[in-house]
């Protein structure tokens, strides 16, 4: 029974990875940008919350009815003011102006919120559990979270392969000179998929702020686990980002139950081997 | 940050300052006239204190005091200090380690290299006070650290307890402190004495859990039976093998260091799980008030270690402030919350000005053996280096208590003072419901 809660705890984390991966899954399968700044602005999302909840006086969770379009519009700008101009064929300049992103956020956070751990309290959700077997708890909030993460996935995916905005996300990706000559204006495509991609951190943003304490530095600590996600379930593919995040979960989980120092270790290990024996990931869409 | 920009750019500019090279040709040309010029500009001779303290990155809440401490320092220090019947003007040159320990080694070498500091100060954390400590000890700079327990600080140097170091002082508690305070504070209730360890695997979740000098060896000996399922990585997402193992041994008090985030997971993680001890004392995690508050309801008695705070029975001996008016003047200047490393930064520079006054000249040499000769009553208690437990380290009290809800704020309640009774207890613990 022990290693049953072991491992449904395990992919309920898995849920967490998948959400901070979603977002980073989706650029990288447009427009093959590698977002280093993405951990940082998942905690700008939870700063962005942390403003609407105390003016506002809102749960958390109601807090996301504002914090989606702001950090979308935030993103659809970043895009289409700074992003695109690095693009390019060489992965690099993106890489770097990212990267700096990332320091600047986290020093203008520390500027305006100083280095205080925050979090954001959304009441009695919690601490609450549902006991679904003798020995086997599962808290209301993680459940909520993996719940949100499925349907994020299974709502790209279907914005991807049934709506319009979809075809033009897979035409820009596939082929760009192309596509524009097709009258698509891959400015407004990419920024398209930023601000989607940021809406998918705001929610991320919220949940992490609820589930844990944080302060203006943690972005990148959080990113690692989101870019092996992104790996392991292939680039590019939703529905592989989230069971990616799942198999990172629960060999952490695994880990941890043998050793707790193992735990993100046994996490990188099958990272590591699963880049060995199959270097484009699990489910790769992008070749 | 602030401070360091003006003499940092002149420099980088020409990589020597003008003042440099004036004294260095002055030196060669005209080395007797020096000498008689020298007692008529004595008003002018300054000393420079170099300052190293993590102000941004994950410690910035350590260095978070600085600004405001080396303000009033400053203030105090307008007429410059008397030493060896001399005046002299005090320049503070500080600089931010960002929490990370490769940048206070860079930082300390430019304070000792470039500045030519005559002393050099460095709080907060091993990351930092470590490699500042290492790179005065290598040039042969006085140095004095604080705000980092002792072990982390000397053995983490590698230093060994027959020699000690030449040039590097340290005054704070140790492990052996925080034990005590924290057995004594469970002694205080009754609980079945089944401990659960969280041991961090970085410098301090080590040290705590390391089998001869940590909990494990010491928990016994105190009558406690302790949990250990060993060290756990930081940033940590999911906590449920240390929960269901606490579970399985039905374990009362949770003791251990974390940092505030992996906190947060773990406590509601256990909430989540069912997991309900009477008792959690945390190192670390549980310092800030911002964290604690944080915390919501769930930070409402949680316990840890106490270093210092505004009901310590101490005064500064350079500002005269009592405890209480220091951490007062703290939260009117900077509408925010006090912290136990405030009353350490100010004790820092209390026992720099006091060497500084007392050394018989400016000479390297003559610092040091000043220092160590401090016997100080400091804001944090007395600091004088006895050799005990190390040549290198004084120690400081140590209690521990409660975080207690008082109004709309969690208040830090000492509830337990048996390894330091000269620091009187403001209220009883009461176990967690």
Excluded at chain 1, 189 to 201: D, E, G, P, R, T
Excluded at chain 2, 6 to 30: C, E, M, N, P, Y
Excluded at chain 2, 66 to 87: C, E, H, M, N
Excluded at chain 2, 128 to 138: H, R
Aim: hydrophobic share 45%.
């Amino acid at each position: 029974m022990e290693w049953v809660n072991t491992i449904v705890q395990g992919i309920l984390t898995g849920g967490l990875y998948a959400m901070f991966a979603a977002g980073l899954s989706l650029i990288f399968g447009v427009m093959r940008l590698v977002n280093i700044a993405h951990g940082d602005l998942i905690v700008l999302a939870a700063y962005v919350a942390l403003v609407v909840t105390e003016t506002l006086g809102i749960n958390p969770l109601v807090s996301l009815a504002f914090v989606v379009p702001i950090m979308a519009i935030a993103g659809y700008v970043l895009q289409r003011t700074i992003l695109n101009r690095t693009l390019g064929d060489d992965l690099l300049p993106p890489l770097l102006v990212t990267f700096g992103l990332s320091i600047i956020i986290q020093n203008a956070l520390l500027e305006i919120f100083t280095a205080d751990s925050r979090k954001l309290n959304a009441g009695p959700i919690e601490t609450a559990s549902i006991e679904v077997l003798p020995g086997i708890s599962l808290g209301v909030l993680p459940l909520l979270q993996f719940v949100l993460a499925v349907a994020v996935i299974a709502a790209m995916q279907f914005l991807f392969y049934r709506t319009a905005t979809g075809r033009a996300f897979r035409a820009t990706s596939d082929d760009q000179p192309v596509s524009q000559l097709m009258g698509l204006d891959n400015r407004h495509v990419f920024a398209l998929a930023m601000a989607l991609s940021l809406a998918i951190v705001a929610i991320a943003g919220v949940l992490l702020a609820v589930r844990a304490n944080f302060d203006p530095s943690i972005g990148p600590a959080r990113l690692i686990f989101g870019f092996e996600a992104v790996i392991i379930g292939g680039l590019g593919s939703m529905w592989g980002t989230l069971a990616g995040g799942i198999i990172l979960g629960v060999s952490q989980a695994i880990g941890a139950k043998i050793d707790p120092g193992w735990q993100l270790l046994a996490g990188h290990l099958v990272f590591l081997f699963i880049l060995a024996i199959r270097p484009q990931g699990l489910f790769p869409k992008v070749q | 940050m602030t401070e360091d920009n003006g003499t940092s750019k002149d420099q980088l500019r020409s990589g020597v300052s003008r003042r440099t090279v004036i004294q260095a040709g002055v030196g060669l040309v005209a080395a007797p006239a020096v000498l008689r010029v020298i007692p008529a500009n004595a008003q002018s001779k300054v000393i420079k204190i170099g300052n190293v303290s993590p102000r941004t990155g994950p410690l910035a809440g350590f260095g978070e005091a600085d600004p405001f401490i080396i303000d009033q320092v400053k203030g105090i220090l307008a007429k410059g200090i008397q030493s060896g019947g001399k005046t002299y003007s005090v320049e503070i040159i500080s600089k931010d380690s960002q929490s990370n320990a490769s940048r206070g080694a860079e930082v300390a070498a430019e304070l000792i290299l470039r500045d030519k500091v005559d002393l050099i100060l460095a709080s907060g954390t091993p990351d930092t006070t470590n490699p500042v400590a290492d790179q005065a000890e290598v040039n042969e700079v006085p140095c004095i650290t604080t705000n980092c327990p002792w072990q982390p600080y000397f053995f983490g140097r590698k230093g060994d307890p027959k020699k000690g170091f030449n040039w590097t002082y340290h005054f704070f508690w140790g492990l052996e402190d925080i034990i005590a305070s924290f057995t004594a504070l469970w002694d205080s209730a009754p609980t079945n004495k089944v401990v659960g360890g969280m041991f961090s695997n970085d410098a301090d979740g080590n040290a705590f859990g390391d089998a001869n000098l940590g909990f494990p060896a010491a928990l016994p000996k105190a009558g406690y039976k302790l949990v250990d399922p060993g060290r756990f990585q930081l940033m940590n997402n999911d906590f449920t093998a240390q929960i269901s193992a606490f579970k399985a041994a039905n374990v009362e008090i949770v003791t251990g260091v974390f940092i505030p985030p992996d906190f947060a997971t773990f406590w509601s993680q256990a909430a989540q799980q069912g997991f309900k001890p009477k008792i959690v004392t945390v190192a670390k995690a549980l310092l800030f008030p911002s964290a604690v508050n944080a915390l919501g309801e769930r930070g409402n008695g949680l316990t840890t270690e106490i270093w210092w705070s505004p009901n310590h029975p101490f005064k500064s001996g350079l500002t005269g402030q009592s405890s209480k008016e220091l951490a007062d003047a703290y939260v009117k200047a900077a509408n925010r919350p006090w912290t136990q490393p405030i009353g350490f930064q100010h004790a820092l520079f209390e026992v720099a000005i006091d060497t500084l006054k007392r050394a018989k000249s400016l000479d390297p040499k003559a610092i040091r053996d000043a220092i160590a000769a401090t016997d100080y009553q400091s804001i944090v208690g007395p600091v004088k280096w006895t050799g005990q437990p190390v040549k290198n380290v004084t120690k400081t009290p140590l209690v521990a208590g409660q975080w207690q809800r008082k109004g709309a704020n969690l208040d830090l309640v000492i509830t337990a003072n048996k390894p330091a009774p000269q620091i009187p207890v403001g209220g009883k613990m009461e176990l967690l419901s």
